[in-house]
């Protein structure tokens, strides 16, 4: 079984409109599935439902590009804007044209493993006691209240890592496990973007994050960030 794709447009070609779209990575400028989330740009795919830890800052090549070409109807991430600094998505958010739902980022993580678990919801005491539980179903364990928690479904799951091999078996480098497995588990089609693409037995068993099971499309990166430039100036003393 080959699930090597020839490029990052062809490996997202069927992502239609009203998809819903999980965007794994986390921090500013690396790690994130950079060719495939501009081939979605590309090809004006719109209506898109987003799950994410955030879309980053404007001209961010995250989610963000893709609320800034307003193909984004609705965001699910642990925060949706950044202070001091201006976005498309916040703007879009304050005018109603973009819907919200925040999610603490543990339990965003967590709700995307119970769906690729197959646990329809769960409760947590994180948030129990904040606006984020207005409205939602609280029982008691223990003498705390805890929050219902449905788990998510997503449709594709674009994700960054560093080398896999033909049969679709991922390796990550650093932190880069953060959403990818559970992102790539709750996802009908989880695509991969890497370095470097290998042939079985390659990866040493032990070195393998993501098993192949969990991976439908492996695609080598053709957009690379350079971390400097993202690099935020440092405050005098």
Known sequence: MNKIFASPEQAVADIADGATVAIAGFGVAHRFATSLICALRDQHTKDLTLVCNSLGDAGATRGQILAENNQVKKLIAAFSVRPGTPTASEEQIAAGKMEVELVPQGILVERCR??????????????????????????????????????IHVDYALLRGYRADRLGNVQFRGGSQNFNPSFAKAARVAIVEVDEIVEP??????????????????????????GKAWRRPQRRP
């Open 114 to 151: 119970a769906g690729g678990a197959g646990i329809p919801a769960f409760y947590s005491p994180t948030g129990a006691d904040t606006d984020l539980a207005v409205g939602r179903e609280i029982r008691d364990f223990d003498g705390k209240p805890h929050v219902l928690e449905h788990a």
């Open 201 to 226: 037995g390659e990866i040493a068993p032990e070195l393998i994050d993501l098993p192949g099971i969990f991976v439908s499309r492996v695609v080598k990166t053709t957009h690379v960030v350079d």
